[in-house]
């Protein structure tokens, strides 16, 4: 049975086109700068990668239909166009969309990389610096692939005097349970998850042995090479924590020795992506800091567009493009956000 959103996501379409098509003739205000957020594009068989389902984004068919259509439909900046040929002229930009990538995975340059030359468009990368040029995980891929490697069939831990217990002993149940835990650890000081996660690592043993040793992450030459053709690259904090979980020094760092890792080997670094980016992961602290810092903008990861007439510099919306997001969906979305998850 077709549910209520799929009729009308169909419905909504056509006018989608339509009103995408008045903004490129004129005949409609351009009062929206849309930012697209991603994480990784790739083919893979989801039920045999051990990272994070969420992590994938969108197969390359789906990446290049969408970026036919933001090519006949929008204006492509990056943040750096954005600052000097526009908002600091005190101009806002027609149709303006940015494309921006979370957190820096390999497949960014192995597969959305090519298909971006393809079609000349720039793009904006966020990077966890920490994790450039080694075979680190990200701490929540870290999590996921030690779940997926290990033979028990039941994870527990305890937090503070709350035991928590978890099912592991099948596929399914793993990915239930990787995203279950995963919410409680956000939720908690970034010091008590280290600590709960080095516990659950540990309670996770025997774990197989990782023989490929693969690199999921970007390193710099690779990072260089996209820097030279139209990829700009900001910070993603430096170990991707959840900074309104940190204290004001461990922020500190994060926001300023990010800045200088990427700036040591690319040049000014002007924005910035708030990690896990939601309402509760940052605030006025974190914002300070950025100016500080002196970063120009930063985003966060709040389903929405961005008005011109209430346009925060560090604190603006992104569209998350998700798998699930087929073509029409994806069209609909860029118009009424609502439409996009």
């Known amino acids: 049975m077709v549910s209520k959103k799929r009729l009308l996501i169909n419905f909504l379409s056509p006018f989608a086109l339509g009103i995408m098509s008045l903004k490129k003739r004129g005949k409609r205000e351009n009062d929206k700068l849309i930012i697209l957020a991603y994480h990784g594009i790739d083919d893979v068989d989801l039920e045999k990668y051990p990272l994070s ?3 994938i984004t969108a197969t390359t068919d789906q990446f290049e239909a969408q970026l036919k259509l933001i090519k006949r439909n929008f204006n492509v900046l990056t943040f750096k166009k954005l600052h000097e040929e526009y908002l600091l002229e005190g101009r806002f930009p027609e149709r303006g969309l940015i494309i921006t990538f979370d957190d820096g995975y390999r497949n960014n340059y192995t597969h959305a990389f090519p298909i971006l030359k393809k079609y000349n468009l720039p793009a904006t990368i966020f990077l966890a610096t920490e994790y450039i040029d080694s075979n680190k995980k990200f701490w929540f891929d870290e999590l996921c692939f030690k779940i997926f490697q290990s033979e028990k069939e039941s994870l527990g831990f305890a937090i503070e005097d709350k035991l928590y217990s978890f099912d592991i ?6 990915r239930d349970s990787d995203l279950k835990v995963k919410r409680i650890l956000k939720k908690i000081s970034n010091r008590e998850r280290l600590k709960i996660l080095n516990e659950i690592y540990l309670n996770l043993e025997p774990i197989k042995v990782d023989k490929e040793q693969k690199r999921y992450v970007l390193n710099w030459d690779e990072i260089k090479e996209m820097s030279e053709n139209g990829i700009e690259f900001g910070s993603h904090a430096k170990s991707h924590p959840i900074l309104s979980k940190q204290t004001y020094n461990e922020v500190k760092n994060e926001i300023f020795d990010s800045k200088k890792d990427i700036e040591e080997r690319l040049g000014e670094c002007i924005v910035f992506s708030y990690p896990n980016g939601g309402k ?14 002196g970063y120009k903008y930063a985003v966060n990861y709040i389903q929405s567009n961005n008005n011109k007439a209430i346009l925060n510099y ?3 919306n992104r569209l998350h493009v998700e798998l699930e997001v087929d073509i029409k969906q994806f069209q609909t979305g860029l118009i009424w956000p609502k439409m996009m998850f």
Do not use: H, Q, V
């Open 280 to 293: 509760s992961d940052f605030g006025e602290r974190e914002m300070c800091l950025l100016k500080e810092a």
């Open 53 to 55: 389902n969420g992590n």
């Open 314 to 316: 560090y604190s603006l």
């Open 169 to 174: 002993s099948d596929y399914k149940a793993k």
